[in-house]
């Protein structure tokens, strides 16, 4: 049902429904907003003119509890509902309790989502609907044995894929047939977990495909447009990491053909409101259809950078009955935008989750000299707020314009830089060198990027003597600021190591802390305060002077060469950006107080994330080798198998499948085997 509304319930969290709220707003109306107990102080709750409290922090019992949103609304005169993404924005069930409250929502009916939402039943659909297709089978019969035969019968590699999933959840590549079983026991398990439901589908695995998705608009008149194609290629388990609109080497035909036949999809099903249709474009322009998401998509900031369009404002206005603001001949693109999503997470640590309190979480954009009509940041939180475990570890979406490709990178190189992230490890650092290696820039683009250019992405790096010699001058200056009593520089006591007016520190990367050769001394030496310092690094000198500017920039002279420089300095980790293609990431310490001693061998596995055990893949006693699989966790809607450290022998667990861990704790005694050099 549709009909005009002046107060509208947004049932989601974080960024997605600070975004809504800001369009509700402008559009005059009033907003709800409903959260857990883990989210009872979060950013979403603050801005909105209400809040309601749905129920603990588990989303089964809070987000995903249908009458307590409905209720919330009730109570709150709540005329319509915005599901946002995730959480009940696909859940027919929903769309049905609300027609029946006589509360709007603000989406596809019921039945498109029905249509879709069973991804073996939406193929059937698309194929009478003339939409190509991958290989594959999608058929209601589950049998493991038959759906290992179908594997066999499609040849690998093929992608396990859960029936009624997204999100990469429930979803694996199989590379052989002797792999299969336990990729597709794991599947099950995490479908399970996240949509009560273990159906899986099979389909030919392309080696080198493009994910390039349509944005489709239909109204309740039978309208319906498409606002051209995102390019979702760059991936990590199958979760988009960047995105960027237009797809890069479309040609008018091309995307005329596939914004058709998304539309033509689209109106197969009867679909109102904002919706995705995605799919599989192969080096031979070659395009096959993958899902459509019923609802709008993470991605949609770029889609209304380059065509100038409110999507969220369309949303509503369809919702309340209203024709489509625009017909097809009417859209146009305008520029290039990319979206790069920050997630609390660790790329070293192979993607783990990361919690903590943000000390802070700031975007500078006076300091990086960027036009705030040119960067857009989707945030669901602010400094100090707290990261838990209990839900997806998105924290905001940084959205970029510009002229053209090349523009729009390098405004995105130069925003990623502005970001200043404390307390909680993030997949900043990564997406920058995502954004600046050699391949995306020339926009060679395929679903398996990040494997394909691994290692280079997670290789080590190496710095000039002048940016070791910056990074020096800039962090010292910055902790002299922030502890000044304590700053290395002003310090008079054995520091010295007797010569006056000097001070060595080490540099090193950070992942490499523990590595001795990996560090580069640097000398600093001045005559006195306020002159230029004398910098030193091996063989190769400077004469070095600093300049605070506007916000985290600094200048910095080397030899009478000067830079403007964006910096960040959390605890002893250096960031600097030397221009908007590079960064020097580095971990300082003094070199009094570096530990030379070798690390003792680990006797103890700790859980690396908040989470919950879901499987032990080994007994107490057995002897494992190093790298093998000890037990799987599940965190963020995700399972991270943990492994052994070295070769050895499992002594006990702590835990037991089902348990609740924290960060921290001791999951396993694990008595490593010396090497008796026999």
Not at 90 to 99: K, M, P, Q, R
């Amino acid at each position: 049902m549709s009909h005009a509304f002046d107060t509208l319930l947004v049932a989601n969290r974080g960024e997605i429904a600070c975004r809504v709220m800001r369009t509700a707003r402008r559009m005059g109306l009033r907003t709800v907003a409903v959260y857990s107990d883990a989210d009872a102080g979060a950013r979403h709750v603050r801005e909105a003119d209400e809040a309601v409290r749905l129920g603990p922090a588990a989303a089964q019992a809070s987000y995903l509890d249908i009458q307590a949103v409905i209720a919330a609304a009730r109570r709150t005169g709540a005329g319509a509902v915005h599901p946002g993404y995730g959480f009940l924005s696909e859940n027919g069930d929903f769309v049905a309790a609300l027609a029946e409250a006589g509360i709007t929502f603000v989406g596809p009916p019921a039945s498109a989502i029905a249509a879709m939402g069973d991804k073996s039943a939406a193929k059937a659909r698309m194929h009478d609907a003339g939409v190509p297709l991958v290989p594959g089978y999608h058929g209601d019969d589950q049998d493991d044995a038959l759906l290992k035969a179908e594997a066999d019968r499609i040849g690998y590699p093929v992608l396990l894929k859960a029936s009624a999933g997204g999100g990469g959840k429930g979803m694996r590549v199989v590379e052989s047939a002797e792999a299969f079983q336990a990729a597709l026991d794991g599947c099950r398990r995490e479908s399970r977990a996240a949509f009560s439901d273990d159906r899986m589908l099979i389909e030919k695995y392309l080696t080198q495909p493009r994910h390039v998705e349509v944005q489709v608009f239909c109204d309740t008149q039978g309208n319906g447009v498409y606002l051209f194609e995102r390019d979702c290629s760059v991936q990590r388990r199958h979760q988009k990491v960047l995105e960027e609109a237009p797809a890069p080497g479309m040609t008018e035909a091309l995307r005329r053909e596939m914004g058709e036949a998304a539309v033509r999809a689209a109106r197969e099903i009867g679909y109102v409101g904002a919706g995705t249709v995605e799919f599989l474009l192969d080096a031979d322009g070659s395009f096959y259809f993958m899902e459509m998401n019923t609802r709008l998509q993470v991605e949609h900031p770029v889609t209304e950078m380059i065509t100038g369009q409110d999507l969220v404002e369309w949303q509503l206005r369809v919702a309340m009955g209203e024709t489509l603001p625009m017909a097809q001949e009417a859209l146009t693109i305008t520029g290039h935008s990319f979206e790069a999503r920050l997630y609390a997470e660790d790329p070293a640590q192979d993607f783990l989750p990361a919690t903590g309190t943000l000390n802070r979480f700031e975007l500078d954009l006076a300091g990086a000299g960027l036009e705030p009509t040119r960067v857009r940041l989707d945030s669901g939180v602010a400094s100090g707020d707290a990261v838990s475990m209990h839900y997806d570890p998105m924290l905001a979406k940084l959205i970029v314009h510009g002229d053209d490709r090349e523009q729009a990178l390098a405004t995105l190189n130069r925003a990623l830089a502005a970001l200043d992230i404390q307390g909680v490890t993030t997949n900043r650092d990564f997406l920058q060198r995502l954004a600046t290696h050699p391949a995306f820039r020339a926009a060679e683009l395929d679903t398996r990027f990040i494997e394909h250019h691994e290692a280079e992405l997670f290789a080590p790096r190496h710095y000039t003597a002048e940016e070791y010699a910056s990074a020096a001058l800039v962090g010292l200056h910055q902790l002299g600021q922030e502890r000044e009593s304590d700053s290395p520089w002003d310090r008079h006591d054995g520091f010295r190591l007797n010569a006056e007016h000097t001070i060595r520190i080490a540099l090193c990367d950070p992942d490499r802390i523990d590595d001795e050769d990996a560090r580069v001394i640097v000398e600093g030496k001045r005559a006195a305060p306020g002159d230029p310092w004398r910098l030193r690094i091996g063989n190769q000198a400077f004469d070095a002077t600093l300049q605070p500017l506007d916000g985290d920039a600094v200048a910095v002279t080397l030899d009478g060469h000067r830079r403007r420089l964006q910096t960040r300095l959390v605890d002893n980790n250096l960031v600097v950006m030397v221009d908007p293609r590079r960064e020097t990431r580095l971990f300082w310490r003094r070199i009094d107080a570096i530990d030379h001693g070798r690390q003792e061998a680990e006797s103890t596995l700790t859980a690396p994330m908040h989470g919950t055990v879901v499987t032990l893949l080994v007994q107490p006693g057995e002897r494992v080798e190093k790298g093998m699989a000890l037990m799987v966790m599940e965190a963020m809607k995700m399972e991270h198998t943990l492994t052994a450290p070295a070769d050895g022998q499992v002594e006990s667990f702590h835990f037991q499948a089902g348990d609740t861990v924290g960060q921290g704790d001791v999951l396993l005694e694990f008595a490593a085997i010396e090497d008796s050099g026999e």
